[in-house]
C-alpha cells in the first residue's frame, strides 16, 4: 500500500507559477507510474499528467501542456507537478495518485491510491 501527502499549493496571480509536491510512503514507490489530476468546484475529477515509473515517459493533457511539467525522483519517494504561466481556469484543488497499470492511463479508476488533495487558487 502507498500512502500519499500533497504539498506545495496556494494562491497566486495569473502569469505565475507553483510546484506541487508530493511524497509516498513505502519502499515500492517506483513500483507505481503516477499521475497529477485536478477537480474544480462542481466539475468532475480530470487528467493533468502522468509519469511512468523509470520517468522516462509522461504525459499531459491537452489544457496544461507547455505549461505544466511533472517529474519524479524515486529515491525521495516523490513526484513533482512544475505549473508555470498559471490562468485562472487552473484553479482548482491538485491530487496525486498512484497506478500500477502499465499503459498510459488516464482516467481516474486506473489509479488505486490517492492524496488527499492541495488547493491551487489563481487570481485574474
Known amino acids: 500500500q502507498v500512502q500519499l501527502v500533497e504539498s506545495g499549493g496556494g494562491l497566486v496571480q495569473a502569469g505565475g507559477s507553483l510546484r506541487l509536491s508530493c511524497a509516498a510512503s513505502?519502499?515500492?514507490?517506483?513500483?507505481?507510474?503516477m499521475g497529477w489530476f485536478r477537480q474544480a468546484p462542481g466539475k468532475e475529477r480530470e487528467f493533468v499528467a502522468r509519469?511512468?515509473?523509470?520517468?522516462?515517459?509522461?504525459s499531459y493533457a491537452d489544457s496544461v501542456k507547455g505549461r505544466f511539467a511533472i517529474s519524479r525522483d524515486n529515491a525521495k519517494n516523490t513526484v513533482y507537478l512544475q505549473m508555470n504561466s498559471l490562468k485562472p481556469e487552473d484553479t482548482a484543488v491538485f491530487y496525486c495518485?498512484?497506478?500500477?497499470?502499465?499503459?498510459?492511463?488516464?482516467?481516474?479508476?486506473?489509479?488505486?491510491?490517492w492524496g488527499q488533495g492541495t488547493q491551487v487558487t489563481v487570481s485574474s
Open positions: 495518485a498512484a497506478s500500477d497499470t502499465y499503459y498510459i492511463a488516464t482516467e481516474v479508476n486506473a489509479y488505486l491510491y
Open positions: 513505502g519502499r515500492t514507490f517506483s513500483s507505481y507510474a
Open positions: 509519469i511512468s515509473r523509470s520517468g522516462g515517459l509522461t
